[in-house]
């Protein structure tokens, strides 16, 4: 088994979509290991984000992330990474497959809904950036 980072968006947590995308997550065979409710200020959106910070998109990033609460979780499964990647469909909506989690709730490239780790190194890193080593469960 191995793991990765969700964070439920802004926009989906404002448009009430939180609890159903969990339940996306747990029926494609996903188990949460940890998960809470907080609100990102712009220190701790801007260093999440740092790989990204020389895009033109960043500020508006870090702007979308901090707009409202967020969901961050750790979830596990056999190639978790890729397998939430395949689930949560392309960072696009317009590109995302049918039944995917952005193709059903995310507005845009931006507010797209929900955020997954792109590889085991970045998924550790990141479970670490908002989980305990106790809120984890022994994870990691
Ligand atoms: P995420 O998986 O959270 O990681 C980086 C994020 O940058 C990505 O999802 C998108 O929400 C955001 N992003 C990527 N491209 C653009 C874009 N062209 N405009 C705004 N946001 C973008």
Partial sequence: ?????AIIKPDAVASGHAGKILAHLEDAGFTVR????????????????E????????GELVEFMTSGPVVPMVLEAENAVPKLREVIGATDPAEAAEGTVRKLYAESKG?????ASDSDENAAQEISF???????????
Avoid: C, K, W
């Fill in 34 to 49: 940890a998960l809470r409710m907080t609100r990102l200020d712009q220190t701790q959106a801007g260093a999440f984000y």
């Fill in 51 to 58: 790989v990204h910070r020389d895009r033109p998109f960043y």
């Fill in 1 to 5: 088994m191995s793991h990765t980072l």
């Fill in 130 to 140: 908002f989980f305990s080593r106790h809120e984890r469960l022994g994870v990691g």
């Fill in 111 to 115: 507010r797209n809904a929900i955020h």
